[in-house]
């Protein structure tokens, strides 16, 4: 019992740490390529699709997923280094 007490706290642990230190590194999603490749037509991440690619990535992703980026791009510093990105998800509403 002690021991299954003590592997969860060491977990939950290692979570809130994990979490802290992506929130300190000033990483975003909007910085992720992974999340942001389906945005934009070349993997430099220069030019963005077309409103209705656009549309159709956003609305592919995960609810969650759109939400926090759409909270990201509430962020005034965040959202001057991803201006496209974040003119185009207000233009849909934010999570819509």
């Known amino acids: 019992m002690n021991f299954k007490i003590l592997t969860m706290g060491a977990m939950a642990l290692a979570m809130m740490t994990g979490s802290a230190l992506a929130a300190a590194s000033g990483t975003s999603a909007l910085d992720n390529p992974e999340k942001m490749a389906p945005f934009y037509t070349d993997s430099g991440m220069k030019t963005m ?4 690619e656009f549309k159709t990535a ?3 992703m995960k609810e969650e997923d759109r939400a926090g980026m759409t909270k990201e791009c509430g962020d ?3 959202a001057k280094s991803h201006d496209d990105f974040c003119k185009m998800t ?3 509403g934010g999570a819509n």
């Not at 699709?49 to 209705?52: A, H, N, Q």
């Open 76 to 78: 005034k510093a965040i």
């Open 90 to 92: 207000k233009q849909l």
């Open 49 to 52: 699709k077309s409103e209705k």
């Open 58 to 60: 956003w609305m592919a």
